[in-house]
């Protein structure tokens, strides 16, 4: 039965799960009213900016293991490319449609016109455009295919038509979904058993073995296998800011995040490690505090779904190419099976490193026992690692925490622990103001988990207008402020840079005015909620827990305290 392109978009759509758009109208108007009509399902976002579309799509993406899907008509092009940029280093299935430039209008000054295209191909995996209608369902599917095999990632997809109207020509063409694709990980690639015995052979020989987990553990959805391994062998596992959700930060064998944003404790464990095992991490320069964590040389192990990832900054006594769950299974099922001298799974290797375990427990206590004060401090105003304790103490086990980079990212890196398996954490792969906008896309993935957004005020001044899209749509996100009136992180910067002897000007740099987003918040149809002193955070964080609609929790904090350096051996 002949069709519009827009019917077999909104059906296509509907067949791979997607459940939200996120866009700045006007953009696939057709496909829109196809969707209420067909899909009354999939529900609209429209957002206040394109960036804040594709943060909520990654948000989205994150949590549901979905491609996120984010919007804007050719003049938002550029702002959405530019959100772009976070899912693309974070690793996340986005799928970005934008509008594009018509044969008939090109090279002829039609109004907005600029060449797009381009901008896209450094921040997606696969950047192409549909100039005919029959076009639509290949290339959709295809997208949905490259945003979920390998290593996630984002994909464009730029539409004939300022605003996509290519989507209101007909066509005879059908919609084509393909079953494996609707979710990450799309394919899951088989370890051969050579690789992962010669892996168990090094790690049951070390003495002061580590694991490294990344943000691929957490993709593949690996935490439990994870666990089980680091068990078995009586491994510590450090992990990325990406993969801290694959371990419990309570667990006795977790020691926290490693590299720049980290714990202190992780990078002095890692540091000492005389194997280390890599994970689902590209070993970049965040994780490894600059590839001087562990040093460059140390005998290292990596796991990765992509070859291209494997030794690219440590040379390696052995690798896998597989994906993240399958080989630690694997592993595990090896060591279960009658052990070898080639499996290395004997008991006798555990014991031997009682000692490392014994130096590990020592580290973690000594770090506890250095932070303690501030962790529990009543000082007002509040200092944040006070906040990060209590996030540690009062979410619940279903909770999904979403946090921004810079102080925000460095505070809950350091200070926050995950307690349960069943929680989620998502961070930001360095670009402020992402966790606010974000935490609205991962709350329409799991509507009914409590999901909390952590941000300075810096980051949440970048997209303030979504407090509306959250109000308006009845999202009811947790906003977490760490409210200093400054991004004080680059206070260490412009000190140096004066020589040591920063001024009233040098000050202005960083420091804004005394504003209460609690107000804010609540005239944007919030719940804005003010904490001025430390014993007001339980309360506070319970009442905005059984809040029926967002909630802006505006806690006023210290702008002298920094956040710790991290360690470099």
Not at 194 to 222: F, T, Y
Request: a negative charge; proline letters at 7%.
């Amino acid at each position: 039965m002949r069709g519009t392109g827009a019917r077999v978009v909104a059906d296509m759509l509907a067949g791979y799960g997607v459940t939200h758009v996120f866009s700045v109208p006007a953009i696939l108007r057709r496909t829109h009213a196809e969707l209420e009509l067909h899909h009354p399902h999939i529900e609209p976002v429209v957002t206040h900016g394109e960036a804040s579309a594709a943060y909520m799509a990654d948000g989205y993406a994150r949590v549901s293991g979905r491609p996120g899907i984010a919007m804007a008509q050719v003049v938002g092009a550029l702002n959405l490319a530019a959100g772009l940029r976070e899912p693309f280093l974070a690793g996340s299935p986005v799928i970005a449609l934008t509008g594009g430039r018509t044969p008939a209008t090109k090279f002829r000054q039609v109004y907005q016109e600029i060449d797009d295209l381009p901008a896209f191909d450094p921040v997606t995996k696969y950047n192409a455009t549909i100039d005919d209608v029959d076009r639509f369902p290949d290339m959709l599917r295809h997208a949905f295919r490259v945003a979920t095999t390998g290593p996630p990632g984002p994909v464009h997809l730029q539409v004939q038509g300022n605003e996509g109207q290519l989507d209101t020509a007909e066509t005879d063409a059908e919609p084509l979904v393909d079953p494996a694709h609707v979710r990450v990980p799309a394919v899951r690639l088989i370890p051969d058993d050579e690789s992962l015995i010669e892996a168990l052979r090094l790690l049951a020989e070390a003495q002061r073995p580590v694991i490294v987990a990344g943000g691929g553990v957490r993709a593949s959805r690996a935490g439990a296998e994870l666990v089980a391994l680091a068990e078995k062998l009586g491994i510590p596992v450090a992990t990325s800011a990406n993969g801290k959700d694959t371990i419990p930060g309570t667990h006795p064998l977790s020691v926290g995040v490693v590299g720049t944003y980290s714990r202190e404790s992780a990078n002095q464990v890692v540091a000492r490690a005389d194997l280390v095992c890599f994970v689902g991490t590209r070993t970049g320069g965040m994780t490894t505090h600059v590839w001087t964590v562990p040093p460059i040389g140390t005998p290292a192990i990596q796991i990765d779904i992509e070859p291209s990832h494997l030794g690219r900054n440590y040379p390696l006594r052995a690798s896998v190419v597989a994906d993240a769950k399958l080989a630690l299974a694997r592993m595990l099922a090896l060591l279960s099976a009658a052990p070898s001298p080639r499996a290395a799974a004997s008991d006798g290797g555990r014991a031997d490193r009682a000692g490392w375990l014994t130096e590990v427990n020592a580290v973690k206590t000594a770090w506890q026992d250095r932070y303690r004060d501030v962790l529990t401090s009543d000082a007002v105003p509040i200092r944040p690692e006070r906040i990060a304790a209590e996030l540690t103490a009062g979410l619940p086990d279903d909770a999904i925490l979403v946090v921004d980079t810079g102080h925000a990212g460095m505070w809950m890196a350091q200070f926050h622990d995950v307690t349960a398996p069943e929680q989620d954490y998502l961070r930001s792969a360095g670009h402020l103001g992402w966790a606010f906008s974000a935490g609205i896309g991962a709350k329409c993935a799991a509507p009914d988990r409590p999901v909390v957004a952590f941000s300075g005020d810096k980051g949440l001044y970048y997209h303030l207008g979504e407090i509306e899209t959250a109000a308006r749509r009845g999202i009811n996100l947790i906003t977490v402020v760490n409210n200093n009136h400054g991004g004080n992180q680059s206070k260490r910067g412009f000190d140096r840079a004066y020589g040591g002897h920063p001024t009233a000007r040098s000050r202005e740099l960083w420091t804004y005015e005394d504003v209460d987003f609690a107000r804010i918040g609540t005239e944007m149809g919030a719940l804005g909620i003010r904490v001025d002193r430390p014993g007001e955070l339980p309360k506070a964080l319970a009442q905005a827990l059984d809040a029926d609609r967002p909630v802006i929790l505006d806690v006023h904090t210290d702008i002298e305290v920094i956040a710790p350096q991290p360690f470099a051996p």
